[in-house]
């Protein structure tokens, strides 16, 4: 098997892979998502994630981890899943980096900057359709990732995600509540908790809608496809039709075939 690690800000996805014979298979037949804390040891994590395995009946005694990659935003914990995966699985886990990115060619003033999971998207969308795309990922923050026809990484935008957006909202306000995002019924809340609804889901709606439509006039490419992908990305794109598809997994298969092209 191969696991892909997703190391983001408020989740780590994992991803398992299966081999079939020196091919990796193309979507993982796993996936699961647990709370990122920067105050956990190695072998904390590594008993969340066997206890994982062993209640999803993942027999890793039987069916060895071949490979590990991780992409990763979270520098403190770089380290300790580095140890982790190679005290727990035996093997060196290869981190995602703008000159680890099977390939990938930017067009970007320093690629160092571009964040693992962004490489990985990148990687993973123009591999599926070999054109002028742009990834928006719907997480702790959310991005825009443009990449030209001929498989440039050109940049993009990156800002707050609704959660934070919702969070700030609370703190700097005496007696506002803190709300779940939703899609509300009507744009006119009658309570202020649909109020604050309202504001954050509509309002990010038409932030994305404009960063989408300045990015085409930029790009000045036909045909650009719309993919989206992070944990809010289903509740999002109900109002957009710009979006042609949500992938949850497109990082995770970037990833994979980040470690394919870089080690194949």
Not at 169 to 191: D, E, F, S, Y
Not at 214 to 239: D, F, P, W
Request: proline share 3%; hydrophobic share 40%; with cysteine.
């Amino acid at each position: 098997m191969f696991l892909a690690i997703d190391i983001g800000n408020t989740n780590i996805t994992l991803g398992l892979f299966k081999f079939n014979g020196n091919k990796i298979e193309d979507k993982p037949f796993q996936i699961w998502r647990i709370a990122t804390s920067k105050k956990k040891t190695a072998d904390e994590y590594a008993i969340k994630i066997l206890d994982i395995f062993y209640y999803s009946k993942i027999d890793i005694s039987k069916e060895q981890i071949k490979a590990v990659a991780i992409a990763s935003v979270v520098p403190s914990l770089d380290n300790v899943f580095a140890d982790l995966t190679k005290r727990y699985f035996k093997k060196d886990a290869m981190f995602i980096t703008s000159k680890r990115a099977g390939g990938l060619k930017f067009s970007y003033n320093n690629p160092e900057e571009v964040g693992a999971d962004r490489i990985a998207d990148a990687v993973a969308v123009y591999d599926r359709y070999k054109t002028a795309s742009v990834v928006i990922d719907f997480g702790t923050a959310t991005t825009f990732d443009c990449i030209d026809k001929d498989g440039n990484y050109l940049g993009g935008v990156i800002t707050a995600g609704p959660l934070i957006s919702a969070e700030a909202l609370t703190q700097r306000t005496a007696k506002l509540p803190q709300v779940t995002l939703n899609m509300p019924a009507k744009i006119v809340g009658r309570t202020t908790v649909e109020c604050i609804q309202s504001g954050l889901y509509y309002g990010y709606i038409g932030l994305v809608k404009e960063i989408l439509h300045r990015i085409k006039n930029e790009m000045g490419e036909e045909n650009i496809k719309i993919i989206a992908t992070g944990g809010l990305s289903y509740l999002m794109v109900k109002e957009m039709e710009e979006i042609e598809g949500v992938i949850p997994e497109l990082t995770l298969e970037g990833i994979k075939i980040i470690w394919e092209k870089e080690n194949c």
